[in-house]
């Protein structure tokens, strides 16, 4: 009977062993597999802080987290251009686009101005569809590489236009920047071409799915949860796309998370990387119907404000407080700031942000701009004051050289753990995809 039962023990220890083997051959073999369908999100502006003071949010909330910082491989990439050790999102947008570097101001080009093919491009010759979505506008410096060329990121008619030759099957964005002019001459060209140009969210289901579409929405770049925001307009781009036999590639950008930045406003930097965020939800809950073949990576061009979060000090009730009365004290400060005196500037402060008490740091910064009458400085510094006294401080109104996160799931998500340098992300997709380097002699 000891014989026997120390068989029957040695048979379980055995059929478990088994199992976990196979689960984890399962997974490897998921892991190894090639993704048909990629989702590469880029929260323009998004540093490792910006993604915190999101998650606090919400931790505060529901005491959930974003689903990003829930993905189970995480890395961060190095962001320099090649001309200057802080990127903009055209030089960013281009590395991430073509695993190149090249010059501020650049929109896939190398720095002597030779185009170079982007990794969305090359998919499409593979057989893929290929879907761009963006926050912001549809031609702006990050989307523009994934289909277009240009010496400077501001020609946006050309940029624009370039969608049409692209093959790039599904654009969107809160429509096209350039003025109305462009964007008349813009969608003009793009309907005679037979690309169907949708301006109205609820429109959508009248295309056929085989057309190319190109929307145009204001409410893709709306940080409020609505109908037609960035998440919506992802499933639809899903919609669209998944029965492809090759599968497909989706751009998806958060770009106002850089907006924000810019201006230092905290509670919309939440608003703004949470909006993106539920983008990543629609991604992942159709990765958890397509586990196998479908791979989701989430990264960032550079990051914008030089954001620091101070856990223990943070009060996110004040800094949406603060949000809402940014505009008070905005429209407090005359726009003939050289009549301004410190004066003025430390009773609107009171007043409209609450705070009483100021560094000498703080008050040199304050003189400094009302000396340069550089308005907008003066709101965004004034602003900081009472930020700071909320949890979160800004060292910039500009970008920075810091790391910026990685996070992946799905298969070939293994490629993106680790540091290394921003070009390898396309570099990484397309091996993952097709198996093969993406430069070739």
């Known amino acids: ?3 026997a039962r120390n068989l029957s023990h040695v048979n379980r220890i055995l059929i478990v062993g088994a199992f976990f083997v196979l689960s984890l051959m399962s997974s490897l073999c998921a892991e190894s ?8 999100f880029i929260g323009d502006g998004m540093g490792f802080e910006q993604v915190r003071l999101a998650d606090e949010a919400l931790k505060e ?3 959930s987290q974003t689903r990003m910082t829930r993905l189970p491989v995480t890395g961060q990439i190095r962001t320099h251009s090649a001309n200057n050790k802080v990127t903009d999102s055209a030089a960013a947008g281009t590395a991430l686009a073509c695993g190149v570097r090249t010059d501020n101001g650049r929109i896939g080009q190398l720095p002597d101005g030779t185009p170079v093919e982007p990794v969305s491009l090359k998919l499409l010759k593979e057989g893929m569809m290929i879907g761009i979505l963006t926050s912001v506008t549809a031609n702006h410096a990050t989307p523009a590489p994934y289909f277009s060329h240009a010496g400077n990121r501001r020609e946006y008619e050309s940029i624009a236009m370039q969608f ?4 790039v099957h599904f654009l969107a964005g ?3 920047a350039g003025g109305s002019d462009v964007n008349d001459r813009v969608i003009s060209a793009y309907r005679e071409s037979g690309i169907a140009v949708v301006t109205n969210f609820t429109n959508v289901t009248d295309v056929p799915k085989e057309q190319r579409m190109a929307l145009l929405v204001p409410s893709v770049g709306s940080p409020k949860q609505q109908q037609g925001d960035l998440a919506d307009a992802t499933a639809l781009a899903i919609e669209r796309m998944k029965d492809n036999p090759a599968g497909f590639f989706m751009m998806i950008e958060g770009g106002a998370i850089d907006w924000v930045c810019h201006a230092n406003q905290g509670w919309a930097c939440v608003e703004e990387t949470l909006a993106m965020d539920r983008a990543v939800e629609v991604a992942y809950n159709f990765y958890l119907q397509n586990p196998e073949n479908t791979l989701i990576v989430i990264t960032a ?6 954001l620091s979060v101070d856990g223990e000090k943070l009060d996110l009730p004040m800094l949406k407080h603060i949000e809402r009365q ?3 004290f905005d429209a407090a400060i005359p726009d003939e700031i ?4 410190m004066d003025a500037v430390m009773n609107a402060i009171r007043e409209y942000l609450g705070i009483t008490e100021i560094t000498e740091d703080q008050l040199t910064s304050l003189e400094d701009a009302v000396k340069k009458e550089n308005r907008y400085d003066l709101v965004r510094l004034a602003v900081n004051v009472a930020q700071t006294a909320a949890g979160i401080t800004w060292s910039t109104g500009g970008h920075t050289g810091v790391d910026v996160p990685v996070y992946a799931i799905g298969a070939g998500a293994e490629r993106f753990r680790g540091t290394y340098d921003i070009t390898h992300i396309p570099v990484k997709l397309f091996e993952a995809a097709v198996g093969r380097v993406l430069f070739t002699e």
Not at 164 to 167: A, F, H, L, Q, V
Not at 301 to 306: C, F, M, R, Y
Request: aromatic fraction near 8%.
């Open 1 to 3: 009977m000891s014989y």
């Open 33 to 40: 597999s090639s993704p048909r369908y990629i989702f590469l």
């Open 61 to 63: 909330r529901d005491g």
């Open 164 to 167: 049409i030759g692209s093959g």
């Open 174 to 176: 809160r429509g096209l």
């Open 301 to 306: 061009d550079h990051e914008t404000g030089g």
């Open 326 to 328: 940014r505009r008070l």
């Open 338 to 341: 050289d009549m301004l005196t």
